[in-house]
């Protein structure tokens, strides 16, 4: 029985005695994440990107006037544009000062969605929309622990609320607190709900639960369905939220209400799932879920994917490799069935992969309908049969109900491993429903050990890190920088250090990185002599002819002036003009991003009158020449 094996890369940040656990499900989840980063998905480039118009905030500068209509007119035009997001945080900008940095267009990030239908092609009127948000790409970088695919370029370290932070198990702002807004949404119910329990309000948790169960108006279907229905569970956005929601809730109280709802909404989940032909050559794959207007989204698809992986590590489909049956396979409402024979037959078999060190929960979820004593589960390791876990009879049917088959608390001693997890029946006749195979994580040990005083991540904010390739960082991991080897991190970057993507590099005391020799004038690596992977090539020199805190640098960026060399920002309500700091740019300037400006960019007009650079003209005006005018 034994097959070819299988190596999974990667494992999410395991968050062990956590109220908060995501995990990669196959092969759904898989082909999802495959999907969203394809050309038809959601991970574009930043090239040509523009921050003019805002769409929800009003807190912006003079040339970042709040208006909606205008910006979405840009983006029907297929501009890639980001502004404040809901929460006033912009994608690009790094250094926090209300602007896109010099190198904002130099990375990849996700954007809203591409005008695909279910089928994976062009809307006849809908246009893609590359618009590319904070909060969303926040949500990004949660799929790409959990995945270990690339890091979207551009998320700033932002200390007040963040919308999804709610996901990430860190006890940061949440997107919702109690009572902060009426719960007239069953997404509503489900982020307070995963609110209270990441802050241990097991209580408050409850009542939502209670609550949302009720809007939810669930009715059971019997005959060949045996599945809950919802009637105010219709937008994928909501129902991705509350299976996230159930399926904590369960993680955390193991109750039988919130698993038959848990293992329903999964079904509903996967059966909206979308497929398509167009992508690979023909073969027919899962992508990703429909947002209310009926396209592949991104918001809809990444939280579908993190509400199938809720509540452990790893979950498997037990229909499709690398999990195996010796009998017939019916499936029903996206759940296994088979009919156990007489004689003895392997029900289930697989998965054949290593996993890491640790101590986890086998699990099986179970729906049978006559008890048979000798059906049950063990766990053999193919490489050590030493390793070998005995059989443990399944010793209850519930009918219509599904149950949990578990053995708790087995321990990955050695590496490297082939485990199979096996169902088995040595005869009575018995009709079984399994709807998947799940390993859950008590606790992830890292081999060899971290030093004293450090602490281990699983990934770090790398790209394509290995199933064991945890790194050692100091305590207080996460946040934004890393030192040049990842062990170290911190919130802002050290003296005689400068942040480098996600890194803090040094050249030490009283030196300058001499940027002018590294990146072009769009902040992209002039050659692949100075790529990040080569950071000791990197060039530090004593002096600089103009120099921004401890890098040589080619002209002050917007905001800041040349003082003697050295770029100074301008103080509030000033403007930089050259070298000096002015209340209002003069003839024959213009203002755009807090600086004087000769002529207005690409993509804004200008406003004659207030010698401002904008992204639109007011509809008291025309444009003229590429100048807003009421002459």
Known sequence: MRIISIFITSLLLILVNSAIKFGKYHPNGFQAVTYMYSSDGFWKPLTNLVYGLEKYSSNGSPQHILNSYEFDKLVQK?????????????????????ELDTNSQSGYAFHTHNAKTGANVNHATIKPEYTFFHNENYLGRLIANIYGTDIPFGLGLYTDKIQWSILTGRNGPS??????????????????????????????????????????????????????????????????????????????????????????????????????????????????????????????????????????????????????????????????????????????????????????????????????????????????????????PINSCNGNQWFLAARSNYNVVVYPNLYEFRILSYGGVNTVDYAYFRLVYNSFVPNPPCPTGSVYIFPAYGTNPSIYSYQCVSAGYPSQFTDENGTASYSTCPANTTAVGNRCLACGPGLFFDTTQVLDANGNFKSSTYTGNNKASWPCVASCTLKLGTNCVSSCPNGYINSSGTCTQCGAGLIADGSTCVLLCTSPKFLFKNSCVASCPTYTYTIATSRICTMICSKMFFIWQNVCSDA
């Not at 939220?241 to 109280?253: E, H, N, R, S």
């Open 78 to 98: 297929g501009q890639s544009l980001t502004c404040r997001d809901e929460e006033g945080h912009i994608l690009g900008d790094l250094d926090l000062d209300g």
């Open 175 to 392: 997107y919702l607190y109690t009572g902060e807004v009426s719960m007239i949404r069953a997404s509503d119910y489900a982020l307070n709900g995963i609110y209270n329990l990441d802050r241990g309000s097991t209580a408050q948790a409850t009542t939502i639960f209670n609550s949302l169960l009720t809007f939810l108006n669930p009715v059971f279907v019997g005959g060949a369905t045996l599945e809950y229905t919802y009637s105010n569970l219709t937008s994928n956005y909501d129902l991705a939220l509350t299976k996230i929601f159930i399926g904590l809730y369960y993680y955390q109280f193991r109750d039988n209400v919130s698993l038959q709802h848990m293992i329903s909404l999964r079904s509903i989940l996967m059966t909206r799932q979308q497929s398509s032909t167009t992508v690979y050559s023909g073969s027919s794959v899962k992508t990703g879920w429909l947002n209310d207007s009926n396209i592949l989204a991104f918001r809809e698809t990444s939280l579908a994917i993190i509400a199938l992986g809720v509540g452990a590590e790893f979950t498997f489909e037990l229909n499709t490799s690398p999990f195996h049956s010796q009998l017939t396979v019916t499936t029903v409402q996206n759940h296994v069935r088979m009919v156990n024979p007489a004689g003895a037959s392997f029900n289930i078999y697989g998965p054949y992969l290593s996993f890491p060190f640790g101590n986890f929960n086998e699990e099986f979820y179970v729906r049978c309908y006559l008890l048979t004593p000798n059906l049950g589960f063990d766990i053999n390791d193919n490489n050590n049969p030493s390793n070998y876990a005995g059989f443990l």
